[in-house]
Nanobody, 120 residues
């Protein structure tokens, strides 16, 4: 059965950086686009970024454009989210999810999430 595991979350001061990892197992990773989502307390889950399986195209929410970078390493079955210039409003649980293409509503696999806390 397919599985995604996130890691790399933690506590960081505003202006700092973190790199999240999302490692897959149990399915053909290269066939899937991988998205990062986040959910802050009391708020709905929102999409942050996505990297496609077909050509590696990347997509970012405007709130993170220019600060976050998504990359993938198919040899390691891993997607990374480099987060720079972090702000307190980036505080949330971050999840990765696998889908056939970016922008789709349905995702075949979800990770358990990793907490990111940015202090002011």
């Amino acid at each position: 059965e397919g599985q995604l595991v996130e890691s790399g979350g933690g506590l960081v001061q505003a202006g700092g950086s973190l790199r999240l990892s999302c490692t897959a197992s149990g399915f053909t990773f290269a066939d899937y686009s991988i998205g990062w989502f986040r959910q802050a307390p009391g708020k709905e889950r929102e999409g942050v970024s996505c990297i496609s399986s077909s050509d590696g195209s990347t997509y970012y929410d405007e709130s993170v454009e220019g600060r976050f970078t998504i990359t993938r390493d198919n040899a390691k079955n891993t997607v990374y989210l480099q987060m720079n210039s972090l702000k307190p409003e980036d505080t949330a649980i971050y999840y990765c999810a696998a889908a056939r293409r970016c922008g789709t509503i349905f995702h075949d696999y979800w990770g358990q999430g990793t907490q990111v806390t940015v202090s002011s």
